[in-house]
């Protein structure tokens, strides 16, 4: 725990400590009559804000996270990777779960190819009905098997095959 939860926590403790056993309220009309003196009161509102503040602390704990997405991860059986940055705030929670650990991309890179190809369609810069010609080194098995050397596929169904069905060799071409 931190210096400062471990202050808060303490003045949290003094504070219960100090607030006294009964706090009677009666009520009788909309307006209500405290029979505590105001810094009594305070005291108790400042325990309420304090306790809010350090559950607060406590849900956003890394050690919480961590206690919620262990059992996920076990029920999952897989090998996972999570990387987490807030990126406002007055105290930025960074935490990672096997963050250390590689994992292979696989057909991620095809997204970002996607993405540039229909930028580059959207600026001008490339005709989604230009052709784009098959080379033996574009080969990965995939799901399509037409791919011959020097046939020739259009932007838009090398971006359907990557894109819809993950073919590895339109993702290449």
Same mark, same amino acid.
């Given at each position: ?73 076990? #029920? ?40 540039? #190809? ?21 080969? #990965? ?33």
């Amino acid at each position: 725990m931190h210096t400062a939860s471990r202050i808060l926590v303490a003045a949290g403790v003094v504070f219960i400590a100090l607030a006294p056993a009964g706090t009677d309220v009666l009520a009788s009309t909309p307006v209500m009559t405290l029979s505590n003196p105001p810094a009594v009161t305070l005291a108790v509102v400042g325990t309420r804000q304090l306790v809010l503040a350090v559950d607060n602390l406590v849900t956003r704990s890394p050690m919480t996270l961590t206690a919620a997405v262990e059992p996920l991860v076990q #029920e999952a059986g897989g090998a996972v990777g999570i990387a987490l940055i807030e990126l406002g705030g007055a105290t930025p929670l960074v935490w990672s779960y096997n963050g250390s650990e590689v994992f292979t991309a696989a057909s991620t890179y095809k997204l970002a190819a996607l993405m540039m #190809e229909a930028q580059n369609i959207a600026a001008g810069q490339t005709n989604p009905d230009g052709l784009v010609c098959y080379e033996a080194d574009d080969y #990965e098995a995939g799901w399509f098997d037409d791919y011959a050397d020097g046939k020739c596929f259009t932007r838009s169904e090398l971006a359907q095959r990557a894109g819809h069905y993950s073919d590895n060799t339109a993702g290449h071409m």
